[in-house]
């Protein structure tokens, strides 16, 4: 645990469950709470389950919750981030996409495809790894870089 300008960190050994982790962060209050469950693959079933088990436990420990679940896609995934999307949205319930590494040659079609079929919103893009890189989805843009040469 760690202060962060304000804010606090919690996180245990390497191996600890995430579930656990996500029900101490949400027992301890705040404003905010992430849960990044990051290296995951729609292929391990373990895992998947074990998303689906932090789910259960935050919703069951704060009313409503969660309140947002983003899956993070690389726009360099192709046709397998539609798989992805839908087997990650039936164990998290994801609300949205952020979608990531549209600063290279990557032009992210596939969040045409999960917002149509899925009706999943793309909320967020990343077009680089500094905090200031991640911005809000402008569809405006998104179709101008899409098409553009």
Do not use: C, Y
């Not at 969660?66 to 839908?86: F, S």
């Not at 999960?114 to 919103?121: G, V």
């Amino acid at each position: 645990m760690g202060d962060a300008g304000g804010r606090t960190l919690r996180r245990r050994r390497r191996g600890a469950d995430p579930a656990a982790i996500a029900f101490d962060a949400i027992s301890a209050g705040g404003d905010v709470v992430i849960v990044d469950t990051a290296g995951r693959l729609h292929t391990q079933t373990n895992l998947m389950d074990e998303l689906a088990k932090v789910r259960r436990v935050i919703a069951g420990r704060l009313d409503g919750a969660p309140h947002e679940t983003l899956l993070v896609l690389d726009a360099t995934t192709g046709q397998n981030g539609l798989q992805q999307a839908r087997l990650f949205t039936e164990a998290a319930g994801v609300t949205g996409v952020a979608l990531t590494k549209l600063d290279g040659s990557a032009k992210g079609g596939i969040a045409i495809a999960i917002a149509w079929q899925l009706e999943l919103p793309v909320k967020l893009i990343g077009v680089g790894e500094g905090i200031d890189d991640l911005r809000p989805f402008d569809p405006l843009d998104f179709a101008r870089a899409l098409v553009a040469d």
